[in-house]
């Protein structure tokens, strides 16, 4: 878990420093950060969604899972958990809960997530994970300069599915083939496509809703792929 720690603070180190400079840059300049980060989201997104091999089993999970998601409604429950955690610390920004999900969605949805968890539940010095805690640093002084203290708390989701998934490639890393991790990435490139919409104020989607897709996609690789 040493990867994902250290990740957890190059994000709070970043966020700190965003936020510093959220309370000293006019507006304008905000709403072009934003923007900027809205338009690297969507290459991001575009970017992994073409590591997909199998089109048709990325259609059937994106829909299966989100019809799933939008069952359990994980949106109202993820933001409810935002709000409460912005009470809880008398928090007045307004786009608290919107700073977490765009942050934890932007540092968990790459391969290198992936890659990187597998590599240190193999036993493996956390390479990955290293490179990717001074990139997820970096973004989130330019996530906290637009969205404020929400980026910071990311990392308590961040913590929980990196960690996560950590722990389980200590016992089933070896199951994780090539085409399960492009397969993965693929569908995280997508939801990374929606979610550029939502900052970018194109269209509000329920990206959250999506999430049990990546279970799906998995299940399906296993199978069928």
């Not at 999970?61 to 958990?81: P, T």
Request: aromatic content about 10%; glycine content about 12%; overall charge neutral.
């Amino acid at each position: 878990m040493t990867g994902t720690l250290i990740n957890v603070g190059a994000i709070i180190i970043g966020s700190i420093i965003g936020i510093g400079l959220n309370t000293r840059l006019p507006e304008r300049f905000i709403k072009i950060v934003f923007q900027s980060i809205g338009l690297f989201t969507l290459f991001i997104g575009v970017f992994m969604a073409m590591k997909t091999n199998n089109m048709f089993l990325m259609v059937i999970s994106i829909v299966s899972g989100s019809i799933i998601g939008e069952w359990i409604n994980i949106d109202k429950y993820i933001n409810h958990f935002g709000n409460n955690l912005k009470h809880k610390f008398k928090s007045d920004n307004s786009r608290f809960s919107e700073g977490l999900v765009t942050a934890f969605l932007l540092f968990c949805m790459g391969s290198v997530t992936i890659l990187g968890a597998i590599e240190e539940g193999l036993g493996s010095e956390p390479n990955l994970l290293l490179a990717k805690s001074v990139l997820d640093g970096v973004s989130s002084i330019a996530l906290a300069a637009a969205l404020g203290y929400g980026v910071a708390f990311s990392v308590i989701p961040l913590l929980i599915y990196q960690g996560g998934l950590t722990l389980l490639a200590t016992h089933f890393g070896n199951y994780f083939s090539e085409n399960i991790i492009n397969e993965l990435t693929g569908v995280g490139g997508l939801m990374l496509i929606g979610l550029s919409l939502n900052i970018l104020e194109i269209k509000k989607l329920k990206i959250l809703n999506m999430i049990p897709s990546l279970v799906i996609i998995v299940i399906l690789v296993y199978l069928f792929g």
